[in-house]
């Protein structure tokens, strides 16, 4: 489980405003499992979704994501794994590959976490952010993502990666605004 909680460049959980988040957040629960639901409501409801919300930066780094309060899916897993692995969870990277207009082709990469809780094992969760349509919740061990694959060209690949996609990080660090980034949405037909 160590690659799991490994520090990175971009899920730098040694970052002192992450490091102070994660344990503000861990204060009000005992268990590892309330910590990481504590942990994903957070982000989910307090981080901005960048597309959504129309907002600049283009974040990465799990600590520019906190500073910023915005960010793609992408960055939005970044800081949650960093919050979780400041907690000590093992946490890691999944990926869809989903149509943006829900009418088949262009595709893009969708990205969220999967967490260990040690009662459990591996448990995927979402912290995309809800709107109309995007009901993501923590309801272990009943698995509640944004998205569900509903068209031919969509997958969800069962791979949990320790580290982000080198494909997601050169994509977010591309882009300095959030519709550029729309313009330019990674996308990769396996992994």
């Not at 990469?109 to 967490?115: D, K, M, P, V």
């Not at 320790?162 to 396996?190: G, V």
Request: some cysteine; overall charge negative; proline content about 5%.
């Amino acid at each position: 489980m160590n690659e799991y909680l490994k520090v990175s460049e971009v899920i730098d959980w040694h970052h002192p405003e992450i490091r102070k988040r994660a344990k503000q957040i861990a204060l009000d629960f005992e268990t590892s499992i309330e910590i990481a639901k504590g942990c994903f409501e957070w982000v989910r409801d307090e981080i901005r979704h960048s597309c959504d919300y129309q907002i600049n930066p283009v974040t990465c780094r799990a600590s520019e994501v906190l500073k910023y309060k915005t960010g793609y899916c992408f960055a939005k897993s970044h800081l949650l794994a960093a919050l979780l692995r400041a907690n000590q969870i093992p946490t890691g990277f999944c990926y869809q590959r989903l149509s943006i207009d829900d009418l088949g082709a262009p595709y893009s990469l969708h990205g969220f976490n999967a967490i260990y809780l040690p009662e459990i094992g591996w448990y995927r969760v979402d912290a995309r952010g809800n709107k109309e349509g995007v009901n993501a919740e923590f309801t272990p061990p009943q698995e509640q993502l944004a998205y569900k694959i509903k068209l031919s060209g969509e997958k969800d690949f069962p791979m949990i990666f320790a580290e982000p996609l080198k494909i997601i990080i050169e994509a977010l660090q591309a882009q300095n605004t959030w519709d550029e980034m729309l313009c330019n949405l990674p996308d990769l037909n396996s992994v």
